[in-house]
């Protein structure tokens, strides 16, 4: 047998040819008598029916939690849940939270040391101290 | 004055009652229903009709028709329809409810003329629901194949030279068992604890193994049928991936617990065969373009030579090139627990590759390595896959594609 092959998978790159959310479902849980939910109910009653239109591919749910303060949880794709406590936001501040959760990816945040990081290798390859005019063979 | 119940009263004028379990989206529509609480005329858009003529005669109130019907046992007949929780699946009319299939659909980016019955059908897997009619045995056939074409194409025109064995791990690595899994967890597909007509149609339904228990017999590794099985053997006789024993179809495994992974990725096989179905070729060619040729995937990294100084000397005889030597380009710290020797290899004047190495034969492997793969990874500018020109008739776009002689076989 001259040659054999290993078996990987290949790597899914999230917006490369499909792209994917990976917000999953979010749930708004919100109170009817602590003034805490107060714009978490504005925003149940305004905004969150053009929010979910303008969303399809989340999955929402509302549900009261009684004598709680109003939380906003995500669940994504990758397994992971966020949750965002929103007492006391105005309808405004609760929709940013909602957009906040809807573009995260459900990692943790991580510091970025390089701002550009690919997969690919480099088109100019590395230097090598090896190749070049002054060698002399 | 008591009021007596419409129900009661106007029986008679209303409409028939809808079918326990359905009929599908068309039987729906024109309000075909099948009266006995048996599983039957359930008919599927993506499904060829076995007994269309049976259409007209499955009416209502038909005891002798109903009779007739053989394959079921014989069941009480009652007046209320069948709970949800003795179905094996979900109902297909609580797929228009689901919220999971809706936000499915719209986040696989699938167009809204795609019935979420169908995308509700294609996550049962036969061990939740021994029925053909209802589960996606036959969709997922349709979709293996679809998506076993489909690849192997696109890695022949791109990548003409590749040798057989890189071939099916290339394959495998874009839609074997263990990609489409992966897959199928990219798309937030989750699995019902359970199979049965109460759960959400959005989860996959399949039919657990119990905790300690064992693979099914199909599933668990076979002894391959000769010791020796050779490449002809894996293209001719067993599954795109070149393993030693074909896969279990799909029928096979009816109510029998399987893994995860098996029913994952019956599910994207039984989409992309449903997409075929619904939708036509042209958009699920480029849904396979989206979410599998999209994926990375180094194929230079497949390749595990094991002689390969010997197969580039192979190479280049067959070839008519002239006879490859290893020249030592330049070195360091020969002396050193560290050296480094950067060989290339020759054929004439022309260098065919280069490797670096901390001896003098890893570097002269590793250079042959690189020439080997710079010749098998050869790519063609422009390619057009031949599924390409399916239906069309204008075929002055079409370029032939390249077909190589093949690997080096010592």
């Known amino acids: ?137 | 004055m008591k009021r007596i119940p419409l129900s009661r009263c106007t029986s008679h004028l209303q409409a028939a009652p809808s079918p326990r379990r359905p009929s599908c989206l068309y039987a729906a529509q024109r309000s075909i229903a099948a009266r006995s609480n048996r599983i039957q005329a359930r008919f599927q858009a993506t499904v060829s009709i076995p007994n269309d003529g049976e259409l007209e005669v499955e009416l209502p109130e038909e005891p002798s028709i109903v009779a007739r019907q053989p394959a079921k046992p014989k069941t009480r007949q009652s007046r209320w329809p069948t709970p949800l929780e003795k179905l094996p699946s979900p109902h297909p009319s609580a797929a228009e409810r689901s919220v999971k299939l809706h936000a499915l659909r719209s986040r696989l980016s699938l167009p809204q003329r795609f019935p979420l019955q169908t995308l509700a059908r294609s996550l049962v897997h036969p061990s939740a629901d021994p029925n053909p009619a209802f589960n996606n045995a036959s969709l997922s056939i349709l979709g293996r194949h679809l998506l076993g074409y489909y690849t192997t194409e696109w890695l022949m025109c791109n990548y003409p030279r590749l040798p057989m064995a890189v071939v099916f791990a290339a394959v495998d690595a874009y839609i074997g068992p263990k990609a489409l899994a992966t897959v199928a967890s990219e798309w937030g597909i989750e699995a019902a604890a359970e199979p049965g007509g109460e759960v959400d149609p959005g989860l996959l339904q399949f039919m657990r193994i119990q905790s300690g228990g064992e693979l099914p017999a199909s599933l668990r590794r076979q002894a391959p049928w000769s010791w020796n099985v050779t490449t002809t053997h894996k293209i001719m006789k067993t599954d795109e991936f070149g393993s030693d024993n074909a896969a279990p179809g799909p029928h096979s495994l009816n109510s029998t617990p399987v893994p995860m992974e098996e029913a994952a990725q019956s599910f994207v096989r039984a989409l992309v065969g449903s997409l075929h179905l619904q939708l036509g070729a042209p958009l699920v060619k480029r849904f396979f373009r989206d979410h599998f040729t999209s994926r990375h995937l180094d194929i230079g990294t497949l390749f595990d030579f094991r002689t390969p100084t010997r197969d580039l000397s192979k190479l280049c005889a067959r070839e008519g090139f002239e006879a490859p030597v290893a020249r030592l380009v330049s070195e360091t710290g020969r002396l050193s627990r560290h050296p480094v020797f950067v060989v290339g290899v020759y054929s004439g004047k022309d260098k065919l590759g280069e490797g670096a190495g901390s001896s003098l034969d890893e570097a002269r492997t590793r250079a042959a390595a690189a020439a080997l793969k710079a010749w098998y990874l050869y790519r063609p500018l422009e390619v057009t896959v031949p599924s390409s020109t399916e239906g069309a008739l204008d075929t002055s776009k079409w370029r032939p594609n390249m077909i190589d002689c093949g690997e080096v076989i010592v």
Request: glycine letters at 8%.
């Open chain 1, 1 to 137: 047998m001259p040659l054999a092959a290993t078996r990987t998978v290949a790597k899914a790159q999230n917006g490369v040819g499909a792209f994917v959310l990976q917000c999953k479902r979010l749930e708004f849980h919100y109170c009817n008598w602590w003034g805490s939910s107060k714009g978490m109910n504005a925003f149940i009653k305004s905004s969150l029916p053009s929010f979910a239109q303008r969303n399809p591919s989340v999955e929402f749910s509302v549900s009261p939690r009684p004598r709680k303060h109003p939380v906003i949880i995500a669940h994504y794709i990758n397994g992971a849940t966020r949750s965002i406590c929103v007492k006391n936001l105005q309808n405004e501040g609760v929709r940013e939270k909602a957009e906040a959760l809807r573009d995260s990816n459900g990692e943790k945040n991580k510091r970025l040391g390089k701002p550009v990081t690919s997969i690919n290798e480099s088109v100019r390859g590395i230097w090598s101290p090896f190749h070049g005019a002054k060698i002399q063979i």
